[in-house]
């Protein structure tokens, strides 16, 4: 059993910044695959970013490369997401997902707005 606590979002303006954090409680953190999703209203849940268990591979969503980072500290049970730029159209609840093998965890979401 892994829970997954996200924090750091909030009001941002137009190209401001904020960081996520997504705490784990539970074991075998260290074996997860971490990722960052987003859901904004109306619309269905997307990938933002991913990270494997050592950190050594990270992946994004087209939208967000250049502008998110994803990193994750394992020794803190803890993953990030860095967020650049933001844009309006990053609004949306942002939850962390954590998945080995037949496990798959989701967060309770951290709100994110973006202010035009």
């Known amino acids: 059993q892994l829970q997954l606590h996200e924090s750091g979002g909030g009001l941002v303006q137009t190209g401001g910044s904020l960081r996520l954090s997504c705490a784990a409680l539970g074991r075998n953190f260290g074996r997860y695959l971490m990722g960052w999703f987003r859901q904004a209203p109306g619309r269905e849940r997307e990938f933002v970013a991913a990270?494997?268990?050592?950190?050594?591979?990270?992946y994004y969503t087209d939208s967000v490369k250049g502008r998110f980072i994803i990193s994750r500290d394992n020794a803190k049970s803890t993953v990030y997401l860095q967020m650049n730029s933001l844009k309006p159209e990053d609004t949306a609840v942002y939850l962390c997902n954590a998945v080995w093998l037949m496990n798959n965890y989701w967060g309770q979401g951290t709100q994110v707005t973006v202010s035009s």
């Open positions: 990270i494997t268990w050592s950190g050594s591979s990270t």
